[in-house]
């Protein structure tokens, strides 16, 4: 039986109008869909506006660099002491979790801390220091002029989770290679852990922080 050339002309103009979809307006489709959905995730789970397709790199500061995880402790003696969260976590956890911070990475990482031994960041000038003195009995050295540069006593431009400015020392979770200096070991009795991300007021001009998260604490707090 002959087909009918109305027939053939229909399935080519179907065909045709099929062909333009997928070659003009699929790519434009999902762009848009990729678009509202980043839009979505950005507004609801906190993804960085500079993932998920990075339509907001250019309009927001909201940079995966921007975030932190703020962190304060106690160590088995009471005392307060900040805490650098990213020494205990591989570079794959800390880019996946500033690109996507959840309340869950901090429950689950809490508890992970409590009894840890922990030292300063400024473990390898005490030993250097140890040493010396050692080695140079009859000189008088100020202590302080080399374990506590400014550099060394952490960035404190988040807020303290207790309202309470932090004097010592940033402290980090001990490593197999730092040197032996027993009296500079400590141990972490209880954690505070707490997103936060840097903002524009756009109205001051100035820049600010502000929380991700709520305070997940762990260990023994008074």
Same mark, same amino acid.
């Given at each position: 039986? $002959?087909?009918?050339?109305? @027939?053939?002309?229909?399935?080519?103009?179907?065909? #045709?109008? &099929?062909?333009?979809?997928?070659?003009?307006?699929?790519?434009?489709?999902?762009? &848009?869909?990729?678009?509202?959905?980043?839009?979505?995730?950005?507004?609801?789970?906190?993804?960085?506006?500079?993932?998920?397709?990075?339509?907001?790199?250019?309009?927001?500061?909201?940079?995966?660099?921007?975030?932190?995880?703020? $962190?304060? @402790?106690?160590?088995?003696?009471?005392?307060?002491?900040?805490?650098?969260?990213?020494?205990?976590?591989?570079?794959?956890?800390? *880019?996946?979790?500033?690109?996507?911070?959840?309340?869950?990475?901090?429950?689950?990482?809490?508890?992970?801390?409590? =009894?840890?031994?922990?030292?300063?960041?400024?473990?390898?000038?005490?030993?250097?220091?140890?040493?010396?003195?050692?080695?140079?009995?009859?000189?008088?050295? #100020?202590?302080?002029?080399?374990?506590?540069?400014?550099?060394?006593?952490?960035?404190?431009?988040?807020?303290?989770?207790?309202?309470?400015?932090?004097?010592?020392?940033?402290?980090?979770? =001990?490593?197999?290679? #730092?040197?032996?200096?027993?009296? $500079?070991?400590?141990?972490?009795?209880? &954690?505070?852990?707490?997103?936060?991300?840097?903002?524009?007021?756009?109205?001051?001009? *100035?820049?600010?922080?502000?929380?991700?998260?709520?305070?997940?604490?762990?260990?023994?707090?008074?």
């Amino acid at each position: 039986m $002959a087909r009918s050339p109305w @027939g053939t002309r229909f399935s080519l103009e179907r065909r #045709d109008r &099929i062909q333009y979809f997928l070659e003009r307006g699929l790519p434009a489709t999902i762009l &848009i869909m990729v678009a509202l959905l980043q839009l979505y995730l950005t507004q609801t789970v906190n993804l960085s506006p500079w993932k998920g397709g990075g339509f907001g790199m250019f309009g927001a500061i909201d940079a995966p660099d921007m975030r932190v995880i703020q $962190a304060e @402790g106690l160590d088995q003696d009471g005392n307060l002491l900040q805490f650098d969260v990213y020494g205990a976590l591989d570079d794959r956890t800390i *880019r996946r979790t500033r690109t996507l911070p959840r309340q869950s990475d901090l429950e689950q990482l809490a508890p992970q801390l409590i =009894k840890q031994p922990i030292v300063s960041t400024t473990i390898q000038r005490q030993a250097v220091y140890q040493k010396f003195q050692e080695h140079n009995t009859d000189l008088a050295v #100020d202590r302080s002029t080399i374990l506590n540069l400014p550099s060394d006593t952490g960035v404190n431009a988040w807020p303290t989770l207790s309202g309470h400015p932090i004097t010592q020392p940033l402290y980090r979770l =001990k490593t197999v290679f #730092d040197p032996e200096v027993p009296e $500079a070991v400590k141990t972490l009795k209880a &954690i505070r852990l707490q997103w936060w991300r840097i903002r524009f007021d756009q109205m001051n001009h *100035r820049l600010w922080s502000e929380p991700l998260s709520s305070v997940v604490e762990a260990g023994v707090w008074p």
